[in-house]
């Protein structure tokens, strides 16, 4: 089958290279893909991954029957549901499932109600208010951008002019947009961080090897959050003891809570975890493929990728 590959990244051109041996794959596309993929997948510029009925006509006019969409900007755009209104079959979430990662209110409001152990944490849209909360509770604190933000609307404020700063730059500067105009405060966890991508049907969730990503600038973690400067796996931390704690304590719940929700996630879902003193509890959940972790990820992965994708 002709497969599409909606994405520029390091991690769609590691999707593509899987997809590539699959004895199901014929021709393979990237949109915009780069230079990278190119030996392949056939890139073809020129089309805005953000225009859904472009990306649909697209497809259609190169016989494609599975469509990847790599990236969060188009999952939570509404990309696969418009490939499913046209019947073509996509890998990844709908855009109502995306809401995992596109809102960070959404995704920890989801993990309080099904209780899925997360850190303590208060919605702002008022600066004030949230500056008096984080008074009351102090540093280290964490606070973070309500939308997507590329990897980069988190700060780990390890004082309290740091945090109190940090409101300003988001809330009042307006430093990461209009994902801003809302903030997530929570409590610091200490821990190591551990990167769990999982495929999912939306009832049966299976997690691929754990991985680790490098997250600050600067050496000896000196420097600012990224969305990742590089990885590696398996992650020692991930043992089999704590990954069969995960499944049960977070992944299965997150699952099930998301079909609760009338959300029912299919496609790859990004647990990030801390594992505290207190086990492990989630940083974040991503509605896509970790990047950089799927280059490390994927090759290790010995099943078929487009059986994987297509179940
Ligand atoms: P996120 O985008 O939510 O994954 O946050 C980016 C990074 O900030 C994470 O990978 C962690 O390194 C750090 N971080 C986020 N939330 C917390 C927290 N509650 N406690 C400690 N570190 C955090
Ligand atoms: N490496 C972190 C992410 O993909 O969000």
Known sequence: MNILVVGSGAREHTLVWKLAQSEKADKIYAVPGNPGMAELAECIEGVSITDNAALVKLAQEKNVELAVVGPEVPLTNGAVDAFHAAGI???????????????????????????????????????????????????PIVIKADGLAAGKGVIVAMTLDEALGAIDEIMGDKAFGSAGSRVVVEEFMAGEEVSVLCFTDGKTILPMVPSQDHKRVFDNDQGPNTGGMGAY???????????????????????????????????????????TEQGPKVVEFNARFGDPETQVVLPLLESDLVEVMLA
């Open 233 to 275: 796996a398996p992650a020692p931390v991930g043992t089999p003891e704590l990954l069969a704690q995960v499944q049960k304590e977070i992944l299965e719940p997150t699952i099930k809570a998301m079909e609760a929700e009338g959300r029912l996630y299919k496609g790859c879902l990004y647990a990030g975890l801390m594992v």
């Open 89 to 139: 079959k996509a890998f990844g979430p709908v855009q109502a499932a995306a809401e995992i990662e596109g809102s960070k209110s959404f995704s920890k409001n989801l993990m309080k109600k099904y209780n899925i152990p997360t850190a303590k944490y208060e919605v702002f849209t008022e600066a004030e208010a949230a500056k008096a909360y984080i008074r009351a509770e102090g540093a």
